[in-house]
């Protein structure tokens, strides 16, 4: 499921809300309540795909800088552009574009890309998905929704294609400094590592199609790891700007980035839209900026510039898990690779509509959504590694969507707690869930799910889109979902190879 940044491709369709208001931490150097104004930045697959937005009607008596401003603002590029060099290490290899856009060509931009046959296919795929595993409500509208979010503020974007620095025409001159500082370190992590390859670096041929593919397994959370990697970094330089008067810097403020974190997960009162999302979109929204500033942080303490720029480019992390836990990167942590299903022989009666990975990152935003934060943090470093197959039957395409989702923790304890805690999921994802027993019947005395702290064993449940499974073996997790018994069946011999000989007595 990276889900989150890839298959779904939230970031390549919107751009996140990451600014300091107006230099705000500059002048006061005490901890803000959250950001003001927004700097809707890449989340996504490709860079070049980070196009940003505006709103479709514009004040009729809005306010523009004025022309003396703009050249002031043009001209305020290269400094900042040194500023942004010296604290990441990264050299200036060549002058950097600028342009000063106005609302309409912004709107104008975003309208072209987001037509794009491509995008609507994963947009409207992974909105399926997300709602299957229930982290959407069914009745969600994912695109209009983007669409008014999209419609908040923006204050600036680097386009790697064109190798051009946007800066928007009707936001404040001053509130702009810091979006540079953060977009110009785009532009130096591009002269030097060219962005649109680096984070392609691994991927199939994008041939212009969404075909699902295992190979988005392992691709899913790379570009997740590398897009927080690009979005960190900019976040350290834009927090360093901004400081850079009071005397005071990243590592010396821990408070202040801290409630910068809070505000971009927050939001508003000038995000409304942001602040009403889902838990699920506002976390996809904030990942790269709040724990990729926090990995950037962590690299700065333990190496230096050097490894904290352009060491991460040159040796990316590959997990969100390195992301979320530092150390796990820095001690060159290997996981055991998990089993991998034959998809085509445990789903021979399926057509594959979605396959990604499950990882650490979306093991946060799914238990945050059923068990809670504190939960989800407690739960979340246990994982150790997760996918899922989504498919249709091919005889019956109006029947509903079945997925099956394997996982494996860190210990037995572990794999259990996180059963029971998707198992709780059931009474919000389905209007009726009824115990089945053995036998394969409603088991009217069954206990509520919500009474358990573990689960262990083979479990399923009746409900109005199926049968749903969940299985608990040692350390891993199988779940079912609206699959026929023969390919639960398949999958389950598949995963565990022992399960055959049982099911044979």
Known sequence: MTIVTNKLRLAALILLLVLLAGGSVAQTAQPQAGARGTNLDGLGLQVQDQQPVAPSQAPAAEKTISPAEAKQLMGSVDEILKFSSQETGLPIKEEVKRKLVKRDEVQAFVQKNMKEDKDAQRLERSEIVLKKFGLLPRDFDLKPFLVALLREQVAGYYDAKTKTVNLLNWVDMEQQRPVLAHELTHALQDQSFGLEKWMKAGLKDDDGKADPSPADIVTDEETS?????????????????????????????????????????????????????????????????????????????????????????????????????????????????????????????????????????????????????????????????????????????????????????????????????????????????????????????????????????????????????????????????????????????????????????
């Not at 572990?414 to 009474?427: G, R």
């Open 225 to 505: 790891a590398r897009q927080a990697i690009v979005e960190g970094q900019a976040m350290a330089v834009l927090i360093d700007y901004s400081l850079a008067p009071t005397g005071q810097s990243l590592l010396e403020s821990p408070l202040i980035v801290e409630a910068l974190k809070q505000g971009m997960f927050q939001g508003t009162d000038d995000t409304p839209t942001f602040k009403s999302a889902p838990i699920f979109i506002k976390e996809t929204l904030t990942f790269s900026y709040r724990y990729g500033l926090d990995f950037t942080t962590a690299l700065l303490k333990a190496g230096g510039k050097e490894l904290a720029y352009a060491g991460a480019f040159k040796d990316p992390p590959k997990t969100t898990r390195e992301i979320m836990e530092p150390e796990t990167y820095l001690s060159h942590e290997v996981l055991e690779p998990m089993k991998m299903l034959d998809f085509d022989k445990d789903f021979k009666g399926y057509e594959a509509f979605d396959i990604g990975a499950i990882g650490e990152f979306d093991v946060d935003v799914l238990v945050e959504q059923y068990a809670g934060s504190d939960e989800a943090a407690a739960l979340y470093p246990q994982w150790r590694g997760g996918y899922y197959f989504a498919g249709r039957p091919k005889k019956d395409k109006a029947a509903p969507l079945g997925l099956l989702y394997v996982s494996r923790w860190s210990s037995p304890e572990k794999a259990a707690e996180f059963a029971a805690v998707y198992a709780k999921s059931l009474a919000q994802r389905y209007q009726k869930a009824r115990a089945l027993g053995g036998d394969g019947k409603v088991a009217e005395d069954a206990p509520p799910v919500d009474s358990w702290r573990t689960l262990r064993g083979r479990h399923s449940w009746l409900t109005e889109k199926g049968v749903m499974v969940i299985e608990v073996r040692g350390d891993a997790v199988l779940i079912s979902e609206s699959l026929d018994d023969d390919t639960t069946k398949r999958a389950v011999e598949d995963f565990w190879p022992e399960a055959k000989s049982t099911s044979s007595k």
